[in-house]
């Protein structure tokens, strides 16, 4: 007899979740950036509001600080999905 092979959901969503790691890795990144070279106003693009409105408020450190809220968005979105994906015990995100 055969053994029967498990369909999971592991393979179509562990590009993503690493996409999203890599994502928050860069964010880190953009927040260790803003750490040693803060960026000064005026501000220009389409979110300038967004970080004039966080620099207003909080100043540099609020600039790094929303770098790192969007790394730990990412990162918890990406743990979130692999929690809930369909998977055999086995299988691992990073190989």
């Not at 969503?13 to 996409?19: A, G, I, K, S």
């Not at 964010?27 to 070279?37: L, P, R, S, Y």
């Not at 100043?59 to 929690?83: D, P, Q």
């Amino acid at each position: 007899m055969k053994p029967i092979t498990l369909r999971t959901g592991a393979k179509e969503t562990r590009w993503f979740v690493r996409v999203l790691a890599g994502f928050a890795l860069f964010a880190i990144g953009g927040a260790i950036n803003e750490w040693f070279n803060p960026s000064a106003p005026p501000f220009k693009g389409r979110l300038s509001w967004v970080i004039s409105l966080v620099f207003t408020l909080a100043g540099t450190t609020g600039l790094v600080a929303l770098w790192l809220f969007g790394a730990l968005a990412l990162a918890f979105s990406a743990r979130f999905i692999w929690r809930h994906t369909p998977r055999v015990p086995t299988d691992r995100w990073l190989w």
